[in-house]
T-cell receptor
Framework: AQSVTQPDIHITVSEGASLELRCNYS??????LFWYVQSPGQGLQLLLK??????LVQGIKGFEAEFKRSQSSFNLRKPSVHWSDAAEYFC????????????FGAGTILRVKS | GAVVSQHPSRVICKSGTSVKIECRSL??????MFWYRQFPKQSLMLMAT?????????EQGVEKDKFLINHASLTLSTLTVTSAHPEDSSFYIC?????????????FGSGTRLTVV
C-alpha cells in the first residue's frame, strides 16, 4: 500500500535561513506527488505537484521540490524563509486506481523565529 | 484558479442530531469529490470518494450509514454526519479533481470544524 513518511514533526528555522522539509514515499509505480500547506484551522493550499517530466518542480511562494526516484524522496525546499511561512506542511502521494486518492504524511510543523 | 467552497466553516451540534456539510466547486464541474477527516494534531485521512450520480465509495473502517454522502450535481457534494456523537468532533475537508488542459490537481475546501456536545 502507498504510504508517506515525513520524519520531522517540528522544524524551527530563523527568518531568512534556508529550509528543507523531508518526504519519503512508498509506491510501486511512478507516483503523483504533492506538497500542501495548512494554516491553523484552515484548508489546504497546494504548493506544488509532480506528475512526470522535470524532477525539479517549482511551486508558489518560492518553494521547490525535487523528485528523486532512487531515494523515494520528494523534499521541499525554500532558499529564504519568511515569517509568514510558519504553518504545517503535508506531503502526499496519489493512490488508488487513478492516482486521485491522496495519502498524506503526518505533516511537519514549521516555526520561524525572527 | 479553481475554487472549492465548503460550508459551514464551524458548527456545534448536540449529540444525536445530524449535521450537513456542503462542498461546492465554483466555476468548474467536479465529477469526483473527496471527503477527508483530520483529527487534532494529526494528518488527513480519506473517508470516501463522492461520485456524481452514483453511490459514494467509502474507505475501510468508515461507516457509510453514519457518514452519508450525496453528489447530486456536478458542483455539489454533501456530507451528512448522522446521529452525531462527541467522538465525531473533527475537522472535515473536501477536495475536488480539477482538470484544465495540462494542469491537473486537487483543490481543497477551507474545511469544517465540527464540535458535538
Amino acid at each position: 500500500a502507498q504510504s508517506v513518511t515525513q520524519p520531522d514533526i517540528h522544524i524551527t528555522v530563523s527568518e531568512g535561513a534556508s529550509l528543507e522539509l523531508r518526504c519519503n514515499y512508498s509506491y510501486g509505480a511512478t507516483p503523483y506527488l504533492f506538497w500542501y500547506v495548512q494554516s491553523p484551522g484552515q484548508g489546504l493550499q497546494l504548493l506544488l505537484k509532480y506528475f512526470s517530466g522535470d524532477t525539479l518542480v517549482q511551486g508558489i511562494k518560492g518553494f521547490e521540490a525535487e523528485f528523486k526516484r532512487s531515494q523515494s524522496s520528494f523534499n521541499l525546499r525554500k532558499p529564504s524563509v519568511h515569517w509568514s511561512d510558519a504553518a504545517e506542511y503535508f506531503c502526499a502521494v496519489g493512490a488508488g486506481e487513478y492516482g486521485n486518492k491522496l495519502v498524506f504524511g503526518a505533516g511537519t510543523i514549521l516555526r520561524v523565529k525572527s | 484558479g479553481a475554487v472549492v467552497s465548503q460550508h459551514p466553516s464551524r458548527v456545534i451540534c448536540k449529540s444525536g442530531t445530524s449535521v450537513k456539510i456542503e462542498c461546492r466547486s465554483l466555476d468548474f464541474q467536479a465529477t469526483t469529490m473527496f471527503w477527508y477527516r483530520q483529527f487534532p494534531k494529526q494528518s488527513l485521512m480519506l473517508m470516501a470518494t463522492s461520485n456524481e450520480g452514483s453511490k459514494a465509495t467509502y474507505e475501510q473502517g468508515v461507516e457509510k450509514d453514519k457518514f452519508l454522502i450525496n453528489h447530486a450535481s456536478l458542483t455539489l457534494s454533501t456530507l451528512t454526519v448522522t446521529s452525531a456523537h462527541p467522538e465525531d468532533s473533527s475537522f472535515y475537508i473536501c477536495s475536488a479533481d480539477v482538470e484544465a488542459g495540462d494542469d491537473y490537481g486537487y483543490t481543497f475546501g477551507s474545511g469544517t470544524r465540527l464540535t458535538v456536545v
